[in-house]
């Protein structure tokens, strides 16, 4: 009797071998199911335009550059890769810029209406906030917005305030005040003590919630179908010609679409943890 | 500057923002769903709900949250589980499994019509395996059944990672002294699953389920690359209103249904989830 309880207890600490096989197996399928799809694309994209729209496929890409040329060539395509990136270059630089004080006055003051701003803040997320790109297109053609980059990287802020703002103030709570209240009575008053002392520390927490709002924009489809018409951006454009665009031209551009994001995952996967575990509260 | 100033200094600018490009669109599209040029009217519904297409776009819509979130809320916390275990390769195997986080929904069906198209890899698969002679259509109006579970898997290969990066972070904040008292106590892994994880996860899982079933309500371009105009949902029901018949009453109106949705299961999820009063980790 006593033994079997504490065998019990010590089998989490030292399951069994066959767990163990089933445990790394799942581990290795569960990473097989994420990665097997990426691969795929890939064959298509590395093979030539006959080759995608052949029949039966091989596994094995064959690095031909032939898809790629097709959609670098296609009419319009560039110039779609070049809005995507200059709205979310916006995206990233407004989020940051209106997040980022907000963030800082969350982590350092008690004021009256913060429950309330955070309320406001969380409302926003818990929203379909693509839906008020309709509203917005009516509003953007009296003020001479439409179909500009900036018109629509404004939309794309809202989506990305909401995680700027809480991603900062996870960040600027992580650095304790005495830091700063240290630089004040050095000599230095609150804009000097938050330039020497808190920014450096800051720097590459901002830098990937800036990260963060770049892809939030570069993959964003509604607002940016609904917000463009000339200049659309690369999700507009795909989504667009999805109907009448050969399969080679959809394969290299969802592979474009998804290049930036992979590096950008990797190089913000250090603070992804940390940004949504703050965020819940 | 005045200490007592600063705060609201900082925040102004989020504020304002969203003000003008969150709550005013919000007001600015209940304006456009419930007028028609002479005043108030429930034109808008009565057109939107009496359309033939409505009914099916919000079964499918309904019936798609309802296979994928649960699922899911189920793999997100398997994998949360075993990554918590986990002692060598954790982060790799964590980066792998998030990567579909930057991955925008449109690339995510492109990705799996590589795998669903007629010349695609399933069709070339179950050849190379003998099953199949001729390759199959299988996103048709034939096969209703298999555009619905290519776009289930779609989405469950595209959106559980931002489930599992809330739990895990989530899982980070229980302390081990839980784990430890009812270890001592012979809970098995399972009960300590049940009655220390769940319940002090709580928080996180009420996050992490309001962005999910928000998002799942919003699915657009996965369902428009893989089923076209073979399986209609709610989001796309808005961009056909919006663009080809370009009405904009009817797309408000269709929005607002919408909103309406998310905020009823928000709320309800809330609700049921709620963290009881004066209860902290």
Redesign the interface.
């Known amino acids: 009797m006593s033994d079997a ?1 504490v065998s ?2 010590a ?2 600490r030292a399951p069994g071998k066959a767990g163990r096989y089933v ?1 790394i197996s ?2 290795v399928l ?2 097989a ?3 097997i ?2 691969y ?2 890939l064959v ?1 994209t590395l093979s030539s335009p006959e080759t ?8 094995i890409p064959e690095f031909d550059l032939g898809s790629l040329e097709f959609f670098t060539g296609f009419s319009g395509m560039l110039v779609a890769l070049k809005n995507s990136i200059i709205v979310a270059a916006i995206t990233m630089v407004l989020s940051i ?3 980022a ?2 963030g ?3 982590s ?2 008690d ?1 009256r209406g ?1 429950e309330l ?1 955070r309320l ?2 969380l409302l ?9 790109a ?6 953007f053609i009296r003020t001479g917005l439409d179909d500009t980059a900036f018109g629509l990287a ?2 794309h ?2 989506l990305a ?1 909401p995680f700027s ?1 809480l991603i900062t103030f996870s960040l600027f709570s992580g650095i304790p005040i005495e830091l700063e209240e240290a630089a004040w009575t050095l000599g230095c008053n ?1 804009v000097t003590a938050f330039q020497k002392v808190v920014l450096p520390l800051i720097l590459p927490g901002i830098t990937a919630s800036a990260i963060f709002a770049f ?1 939030i924009s ?5 607002a940016a ?2 917000l463009t018409i000339e200049n659309r951006t690369l ?1 507009a454009f ?2 667009q010609t ?2 009448e665009s050969p ?1 080679h031209l ?2 290299a ?2 592979f474009i ?2 290049v930036p ?2 590096i ?3 190089a913000v ?1 250090k603070y ?3 940004m ?2 703050i ?3 | ?1 005045n200490a ?1 100033l ?3 200094v ?2 102004a ?3 304002a ?2 003000c003008v ?2 709550l005013y ?2 007001f ?2 209940a ?2 769903a419930f007028t028609t040029g002479n005043g108030f009217t429930m034109d808008n519904f009565r057109e939107v709900v009496g359309y033939w297409k409505f009914p099916i776009s919000m079964r499918n819509t309904f019936l798609l949250a309802l296979a994928v979130v649960p699922i899911q809320l189920a793999l997100s916390l ?2 949360a589980t ?1 990554v918590n ?2 002692k060598r390769g954790r ?1 790799l ?15 995510a069906g ?6 669903f ?5 399933l ?2 698969m179950l ?2 395996l003998g099953v199949v002679d001729q ?1 199959t259509s299988f996103l048709s109006y034939q096969n209703l059944t298999v555009v619905f579970i290519a776009i289930m898997l779609a989405e469950i ?1 595209r959106a559980t990672a931002i489930m599992l ?2 739990i ?3 899982i ?2 229980i302390p081990k002294e839980y784990y430890e008292a009812a ?1 001592v106590f ?1 809970a ?2 399972w009960k300590r699953f049940v009655k220390v994880t769940l319940p002090l996860l709580r ?2 899982l009420q ?1 992490a389920l ?2 999910r079933v ?1 998002l799942a ?2 699915v ?2 996965v369902v ?2 893989l089923g ?1 105009s073979t399986f209609p949902v709610l ?1 796309e029901q ?2 056909e209103n ?2 080809l018949l370009q009405n ?1 009453g009817t ?2 109106a269709l ?1 607002l249904i ?2 309406a949705i ?2 009823f299961f ?1 709320l309800i999820i809330l609700r049921a989830l709620r963290v009881p009063k004066g209860a902290t980790i």
């Not at chain 2, 195997?93 to 990567?99: A, E, P, R, S």
């Not at chain 2, 198209?117 to 890899?121: A, K, L, T, V």
Request: a positive charge; charged letters at 10%.
């Open positions: 309880t019990e207890i089998l989490p445990y799942g581990v569960l990473c199911w994420v990665l799809p990426l795929l694309l298509n995608v729209n052949s029949f039966p496929k091989s596994f810029l209106i997040g004080p907000a800082y006055a969350l350092r003051f004021f913060k701003f406001l803040i926003t997320r818990a929203f379909p906030l693509p839906l008020l309709l509203p917005l297109a009516v509003l404004l939309v802020t809202t305030i703002v609150r892809v570069w993959n964003e489809v509604f179908a609904v999700t795909l989504l999805l109907s399969l959809k394969f551009g969802g679409l998804v994001a992979l950008f995952i990797f996967r992804l943890f940390a949504w575990g965020a819940n509260r | 500057m007592r600063l705060p609201y900082l925040i600018p989020v504020t923002f969203l490009f969150f669109p919000f600015l599209v304006q456009q398997l994998m075993m275990k986990m982060d195997v964590l980066y792998v499994w998030t990567i579909p986080l930057g991955i925008s929904d449109l690339a492109i990705i799996w019509l590589a795998i198209e007629q010349s695609g890899f069709n070339s050849h190379g390759p290969w990066v809330i895990v972070a989530g980070g904040l270890e012979g098995s892994p928080p996180s996050t309001i962005l928000v309500f919003e657009f371009a428009a690359a076209g989001m808005i961009y919006q663009f904009s797309a408000a929005a919408v909103l998310s905020i928000t």
